[in-house]
C-alpha cells in the first residue's frame, strides 16, 4: 500500500502540471475532506475536478482521500471546537449517547468544518507550493 502512495505522489508532482495546479488540487481535496458529507467525500472530489479547470484532478482526489477512518474522529472534534465557537461564543464537548443526537450536532461540525477546511487547505496547499517549486528548482539545476 505504501509503494502505491508513493507512486501517486511521485505520478502528481512529476506531471506536467504547475506547481499552482498541484497545490491548489491538494488545498481542495483538503478542503472536502474536512467536510463532514462521509461517503460523499469522492463524488464531491470528483465533481470538483470536473468543475475546476486550473487544478491537478489526481492531487484533488488524492488529498480527498487522505482522511481515513483513523483521521475522521480528529477532524470531527476539531470542527465541533471550531463550530461551537462561532455558533455558542464558547467551545463545547459532545458526548454522544444515542444516534439520533447525532444531528443535534451537525449544524457546529458543518459550520467548523468551512473555516478549518480552508485554513488547513491554504496551510498545506502552501506547503506542497514551496516543496514542488524547491523540487522542480532542483531537478532543473541537475539537468543543465
Known amino acids: 500500500m505504501l509503494s502505491k502512495i508513493k507512486s ?23 478542503f472536502i475532506g474536512f467536510l463532514p458529507f462521509y461517503g460523499f467525500q469522492t463524488i ?18 488524492f488529498a480527498t482521500q487522505l482522511f481515513l477512518p483513523f483521521v475522521i474522529p480528529f477532524v470531527v ?7 461551537s ?8 464537548f459532545f ?13 457546529p461540525i458543518l459550520l467548523g468544518s468551512i473555516p478549518n477546511g480552508l485554513l488547513f487547505g491554504f496551510v498545506f496547499g502552501l506547503v506542497i507550493f514551496k516543496a514542488i517549486s524547491a523540487r522542480r528548482k532542483i531537478n532543473e539545476r541537475e539537468t543543465k
Open 8 to 30: 501517486a505522489v511521485n505520478d502528481i508532482v512529476s506531471s506536467d502540471s504547475s506547481p499552482f495546479e498541484i497545490s491548489f488540487g491538494f488545498g481542495v481535496g483538503i
Open 44 to 61: 464531491l472530489s470528483v465533481l470538483a475536478a470536473a468543475l475546476i479547470k486550473k487544478t491537478n484532478k489526481l492531487a484533488l482526489i
Open 77 to 83: 472534534a476539531a470542527n465541533y471546537f471550531t463550530g
Open 85 to 92: 465557537l462561532l455558533l455558542y461564543g464558547k467551545v463545547a
Open 95 to 107: 458526548r454522544i449517547q444515542d444516534i439520533s443526537e447525532v444531528f443535534v450536532f451537525f449544524l
